[in-house]
């Protein structure tokens, strides 16, 4: 019994370092890198901060949404319009270490910051910090942080391009992209709301 | 002149009319292909607005040598762990077909038909994906209903890869093709560029274009290197030589006409500026040739050693531009060419084929196209071409061939890799008349043309 748990405890050490191992593996950061600055970049730029309004801003975003993302773009789980005719490809062959240095990647590189400028900004900064209770739309910063700044599976919003946040948002209340969650948050949103939000969050 | 005379030149003419219209339809033969889709596992609007017109993304693809790839390969390494092979598990091959009908404003003559059909119109072979790491290929081959036979059609082979210097991503690599601009990243140089379709029916004026634009396409080889720096600066510099297809210029026991003289240097550099949804480049190229042995328009041919053949010399001058809007709902591009030619015409003159020593041409066109969710466009374009006076070198009535000719199309694109088409040609001006020609009554109007086209990819 003894050596039976020495053993499993050797193995448990066995198996520790080599997650540790699997993390930090600088092969796999170097490939994550140059995946990130060599394919990656041609749509959403070297450090993820994309100049076309068609691909996220993934500067800053959070490692473990990233980590989600791409593998629901691998098994097809999101399957929004741009989920398909882009992510669905380039993520097919990712395995999963690459995909979480890649998650680190882009966290670790500096966010755009939001405008917050816009002639709605105000009522997209109450309707994110208060939410819309008669329509049942929860605040957003309950989940999103107080500076729209994400966490863990749940997504930076702050700085994100205006015209991929409003199509976003639109396609969770279409349920486009599904999230029971998200759906439920955005089912009564009216576009105007919508508007305001990425008013508020967006950096153009 | 005898009539005999007047018959063999007007025949040679028309064989020139036809070499003319077979490489100023080019553009029709080019177009994206699924296999570069099974490769990448990317749908068409990724690298497309509608098939052929690229996406800054496509540019980045085609310069990056179609080699990005999502699928698993077959891979080889050496005991140096170098890798030796890398290819996909699906060979990048694709096809493309083509059927149309036309029906021209006033049959040519009365031996001719106002209608035709061609079935297919052009039917492709693609060759086109990666090769390895760094080297990809578009080899196209073509059935064409006009020529009856298949031949080699637009290629372009490439090395390519990416470096980051001191920040900046710098796309670099060699292109080997086959016909100048067709390994351009914008569809406002003259082998992507309007019309992207045309009927073979279609009448083309005495000189359909400048050099660069329609006598080079399958006929030369080229090696030129480029750089695309930062997804907006690109600079290009090249080399073509001739390459006949279906004959070599080495002892071939024959005269050869319209040989390139040593090398003809191209020039290429544009600046892409992106923002939001919208992007704009702007750029020039050009090219220089010395033809040795040419062929006039007219249809008169130098026929001399090649060893000792004179040579007529065009230098073109371009700038061409290009606007995207590309969302969604909305893909709207601006095309804009313009090709200034200086044609240094020894050969010919001293031939007697032609009035002067030096003539100059100018070749212009603009195009805007616009697609509602890449489901129903429609699209416009204007052509002009502007020449010197010279009878002998032409061959035309009016001396020139100075032509103008606008272009509406509707297009329904059902799924993305098919496309119905509807186009109506006028010609307002034709060998510099809009009446009479041709002498015997035939009028610039009398080649509108009514084209309805079906286009598929697979």
């Not at chain 1, 993820?48 to 691909?55: F, I, L, Q």
């Not at chain 2, 005269?255 to 544009?270: C, F, K, L, Q």
């Not at chain 2, 010919?348 to 603009?366: I, P, V």
Request: aromatic share 10%.
């Amino acid at each position: 019994m003894k050596y039976r748990l020495a053993a499993l405890l050797a193995a448990n050490a066995c198996l520790a370092v080599t997650v540790a191992f699997a993390a930090d593996n600088p092969a796999v950061m170097k490939a994550a890198e140059t995946k990130a600055t060599r394919t990656c970049q041609d749509c959403h730029g070297s450090k993820g901060d994309s100049v076309s309004a068609t691909y996220p801003r993934l500067n800053g975003q959070q490692a473990d949404y990233i980590t989600a993302q791409l593998k629901n773009f691998r098994d097809h789980s999101r399957a929004d319009p741009h989920a398909q005719a882009f992510m669905w490809g380039m993520a097919s062959q990712l395995d999963d270490a690459i995909i979480v240095e890649l998650g680190k990647y882009y966290a670790g590189q500096t966010p755009t910051p939001p405008q917050s400028g816009g002639a709605l900004a105000a009522d997209g900064k109450k309707l994110y910090l208060t939410g819309a209770p008669a329509q049942s739309v929860p605040a957003c910063v309950t989940c999103h942080g107080a500076h729209g700044e994400g966490n863990s599976i749940i997504p930076r919003l702050a700085g994100q391009h205006a015209d991929y946040l409003k199509k976003q948002l639109e396609a969770f209340r279409s349920t486009l992209r599904d999230s029971d969650i998200m759906h439920a948050n955005t089912k009564d949103m009216t576009d105007s709301q919508i508007e305001a939000l990425v008013s508020y969050l967006a950096n153009d | 002149m005898s009539s005999r005379q007047t018959r063999v030149q007007w025949s040679n003419r028309l064989i020139f009319g036809l070499f003319a219209l077979t490489f100023a339809s080019l553009p029709q033969s080019v177009l994206a292909v699924p296999s570069f889709a099974r490769q990448t596992g990317l749908a068409c609007e990724a690298c497309h607005t509608v098939f052929p017109q690229l996406t800054p993304f496509g540019r980045v693809f085609k310069a990056s040598g179609y080699t990005l790839f999502n699928t698993k390969k077959v891979e080889d390494i050496n005991k140096l762990s170098q890798s030796i092979l890398s290819i996909s598990d699906l060979p990048p091959i694709s096809a493309s077909l083509m059927a149309s009908t036309s029906d021209v404003a006033k049959a040519d003559d009365s031996n001719s038909s106002k209608v035709s059909t061609d079935f297919p119109q052009q039917l492709s072979l693609f060759y086109a994906g990666r090769i390895s790491d760094n080297v990809g290929a578009f080899v196209q081959i073509t059935y064409d209903d006009q020529a009856g036979s298949i031949g080699i059609d637009n290629t372009d082979i490439r090395f390519a890869d990416v470096a980051n210097i001191d920040g900046h991503n710098v796309i670099y690599g060699l292109s080997l093709n086959n016909n100048p601009t067709v390994q351009d990243l914008w569809n406002s140089t003259p082998a992507w560029g309007q019309p992207f379709i045309g009927s073979p029916a279609a009448q083309a004026p005495a000189v359909p274009g400048a050099q660069i634009e329609y006598a080079m396409g399958q006929i030369v080889a080229g090696l030129s290197v480029y750089t695309y720096i930062d997804e907006s600066l690109y600079v290009e510099a090249g080399v073509y030589r001739s390459a006949l297809q279906g004959q070599s210029v080495a002892d071939n026991g024959n005269t050869t006409n319209n040989i390139i003289s040593g090398v003809a240097p191209y020039w290429r550099a544009a600046y892409e500026y992106d923002w939001g949804k919208n992007s704009w480049e702007f750029g020039t190229l050009g090219m220089y040739a010395a033809l040795e042995n040419p062929t006039t328009p007219a249809g008169n041919a130098i026929n001399l050693s090649l060893q000792n053949a004179p040579t007529d010399r065009f230098l073109d001058m371009g700038l061409d531009s290009e606007y995207q809007f590309i969302d969604d709902e909305n893909q709207v591009s601006i095309d804009a060419r313009w090709i200034h030619e200086n044609q240094n015409l020894d050969a010919s003159y001293s031939a007697g084929f032609a009035t002067n020593k030096s003539d100059q041409f100018d070749s212009a066109d603009l195009t805007a196209s616009y697609y509602w969710h890449r489901k129903l466009g429609a699209s416009l374009s204007f052509f002009n071409i502007s020449g010197s006076n010279d009878p002998l070198y032409l061959g035309t009535v009016s001396g020139n061939s100075n032509s103008s000719w606008g272009t509406a199309e509707i297009d329904f694109v059902p799924w993305l890799n098919v496309k119905l088409g509807l186009q109506y040609t006028v010609f307002m001006r034709f060998d510099g008349a809009s009446t009479n020609y041709d002498g015997a009554g035939r009028n610039a109007s009398d080649n509108n043309l009514l084209y309805g086209f079906l286009w598929v990819a697979f």
